[in-house]
């Protein structure tokens, strides 16, 4: 199975700082990574597909970028409605894996 | 608008089984992979199964197969997971999720709980 990790597990910050937060995975993924935000006692939601990719309706703020195996999902100024868990998931091989979670907290 | 409704979880003793439902409406869903994600209470998220439009191909991670079950019902709109020999490490909120890669709708979530 493909490992993912994250960097940093945690993180807190200021709204209107910019925050970025890493996922590799252990063998070459091309693009075939995406970005979930969970918020507390919530499912999922799906917010970057195929590492660079906006769904729509979330807004601009987000964004991803990489391929292969290192990857980065950014916020460009954090909201505080932002709070909650953030997971990368690659789906290049099966079983699809995620990454441990990096919880985002606002200062 | 696209709705997953997860239902049947519950309370189940350790070797005990469990079938959980997923009711999906708002799309075709005959059209759609479909996929059973779960999340241990305080941890990260686990793909569990996953299974093609017609039913033919169906995935499992390792630590589940031979143990549970996806299947689905297209005429019901119905997504399954039967779930047999539970075993403690088994207890988690059960998602059900729509699609092969990106999972872009997802239900709420039904909690089951494995103890004695």
């Known amino acids: 199975d493909i490992q993912m990790t994250q960097s940093p597990p945690s993180l807190s910050a200021s709204v209107g700082d910019r925050v970025t937060i890493s996922c590799q995975a252990s063998q070459d993924i091309s693009n075939y990574l995406n970005w979930y935000q969970q918020k507390p006692g919530k499912a999922p939601k799906l917010l970057i597909y195929d590492a660079s990719n906006l769904e729509p309706g979330v807004p601009s703020r987000f964004s991803g970028s990489g391929s292969g195996t290192d990857f980065t999902f950014a916020i460009s100024s954090l909201q505080p409605e932002d709070l909650a868990t953030y997971y990368c998931?690659?789906?290049?091989?099966?079983?699809?894996?995620f990454g441990p979670g990096t919880k985002v907290d606002i200062k | 608008e696209v709705q997953l409704v997860e239902s049947g979880g519950g309370l189940v003793q350790p070797g005990g089984s469990l079938r959980l439902s997923c009711a999906a409406s708002?799309?075709?869903?005959?059209?759609?992979?479909m996929a059973w994600v779960r999340q241990a209470p305080g941890k990260g998220l686990q793909w569990v199964a996953n299974?093609?439009?017609?039913?033919?191909?169906?995935n499992y991670v390792d630590s589940v197969r031979g143990q549970f079950t996806i299947s689905r019902d297209d005429a019901k709109n119905s997504l399954y997971l039967q779930m047999d020999s539970l075993r403690v490490e088994d207890t988690a909120v059960y998602y059900c999720a729509r699609g092969r890669g990106a999972h872009r709708h997802w239900g709420q979530g039904t909690l089951v709980t494995v103890s004695s």
């Open positions: 998931q690659q789906y290049d091989s099966v079983p699809p894996t």
């Open positions: 299974i093609k439009q017609d039913g033919d191909e169906k």
């Open positions: 708002g799309f075709t869903f005959r059209n759609y992979w």
